[in-house]
Structures are given as structure tokens and as C-alpha cells.
């Protein structure tokens, strides 16, 4: 797989958030019966030609499949947002409706794969200088971590983009989800998702609703795509170690899924290479390494590409959380 030019600034978050539920034995030790819902949303913009844009949809499909199996989730109790479906504000139209649904019994698990990073690496990205660099500058902390959303065509001016929407700042989202009456569990999976966690955590510390952050790489690091180059790598060990005859809770797929995901990092950042050029652009002042291909090419960072995933469970509960693998109820 390619690493893209300037990835430390466009790497998405392609963070990736996800919520394990509960069948209604479960929720009802919590506080009486309740149901389990799971909001998935995956962005992939036309405007990236950096991966397969199906990537996206394959890995909201994965996670509606599989948590719907493992975690007992209705069919009516699945919200899926992808392609042009997945702006910022469907994102939140989707909770302000659920909201409506929700009660203090349920539980709401959100998988996010969407792009991010500090307000001030995307307009440094877009080179808003002058007039344009003073409103970012005027109206917007530098290093408050923003989520990039669908939009058809790409954003130019990063200020505008947070005011249309098109951007969602990291608490515009936590105060969106601590609206609702529900327990939430976050999962992110991205480039850059640790830097998100962070920003995730922070907020989170306020929340009353939210008690499980999950991300599926470093605070810099990338969140690789498969060896097969059809869903991100993390999503794709976390649906898979769900069906494992020996991992039986929540907690156990996700620390199965942490480990298994450095691994298959490991091996795929062994064979990739960039263009020396992108390497100068995404490391100024660090000396490119001498080792060129014929090409031009060069290996990345072994830090950069080998994704090690991060969680927090403040109240264990959805570490806990049973793995029936029975069919979801209708």
C-alpha cells in the first residue's frame, strides 16, 4: 500500500468509533431492559484518491453484520451512514433522532471512520495564507482536533468548512452524544485516531454518557488498509476476532484485535514505500533515507505504519459485554 503526500496532515481518523451493546438479560442488571443500537458511519470523500472509496462501505458492512451477530442488535436499531450520506450533519441529524429513541436502559455503540486532525495541520495543508488565514486564525484554536466529513467537492477553506458543518469539532460531537439518555461506547478507526483519543478523552472526562473510547492507531501513526485493500486493517481484526470460538466478552475481541492489528501492521510496513518527495514533505528536516529504489522510492518511518490501537473503558462494562453469536432480533 502507498502512504499519500502530506499524510501526517490529511490522515483521517478515519477515526473509527464503535459501541459494543448488550442483550436485554444484560441491560436489565444495568438498569432494567434495554436495547442495544449501533450507529455506524463510514466517510470516504471522492475527492481521496489515496484508497479505494468502497473501503468505507465494506467496513460499515463488516460492522453492522458482525456487532449485529455478536451483540444480539436489531435491524431496526442499526443506523448506517456511508457515501453521501455521511456529512457532518447527517452525522447529527442521526443522533438528534436517535435521541428520540434512546432511553436511560439503552445502549448506543457509535463506529466512526471519518478524517481528522488539528484544525491547525488542516489549514496549514490548505495554505491559507492572507485574509483567509486570518479568519482561521481569528475564529478557531490551531489545536483543537476537527473530523472531516463527505462533502462532493474538496474543502478549501477550513473556517468555512467548520461553520458549514462540512467539519465537526471533537466537542461538537462529545456534547452531541451527551445529549442522549443512552450509555455510548466510541470506536475510531483512522489515521491519526490516538491524536483524536486524546481529544476524545478530554471530552469525555466532562460526559456523563460516554464510558468506552476505543482507537485504532497511534498519535501519529496511519490506520492501515488490509493486505487485500478492502477494509481497514483494525475493523477488520476487530469484526473477525467477534467470531473466534475462544474469545467469549467484548473486552477479550478488542485486546485479541489490538495485538493481531500490530502484527499485520508490521508485516505490511515491511514492503511499503513512498516517493522520496512525499517522504522530504510529510518529515521536513529529517534526512531522507539514502537506501532509494530505482523508482525514487523510500520506506516510511517503521513508528509511522505500525498502528498500535488504544482504549479506555472507564466504567468496564462494555469490556464485559457477552458474545452470543446468535441471530439478531427482527
Known sequence: MRVISLLRAIAGLSLAMSLAATSPAHSASESGPGKTYLLAVGVCPPYRQDFPSAVCKTAVDAVVANFSDALGIGKTDIVALTDKDATGAGLLAALADLRTRLTAADRLIVYLNAHGDTFGLWSGYYGAGGAIG??????????????????????????????????????????????????????????SSGRAFSSMHLNVKESPRIDFVLASSGYEQISNINLARTMPLFTEQLVNALNLPMVGEFGQAVAHARMTTVLQAAALCSTMIIPVATFAQMFPGVPVPAEATHDKMVSPPMWLCVQVPSVADFSGKMSALPLYRTTAPK
Not at 148 to 164: G, M, Y
Open 134 to 191: 486570518e479568519i482561521n486564525a481569528r475564529f478557531y484554536d490551531p489545536d483543537e482536533y476537527v473530523l472531516v466529513f463527505w462533502t462532493k467537492d474538496e474543502p478549501t477553506v477550513p473556517a468555512l468548512a467548520l461553520a458549514q458543518k462540512d467539519w465537526l469539532t471533537v466537542e461538537e460531537v462529545v456534547d452531541a452524544i451527551d445529549a442522549l439518555p443512552a450509555r455510548v461506547a466510541l470506536i475510531l478507526d483512522s489515521c
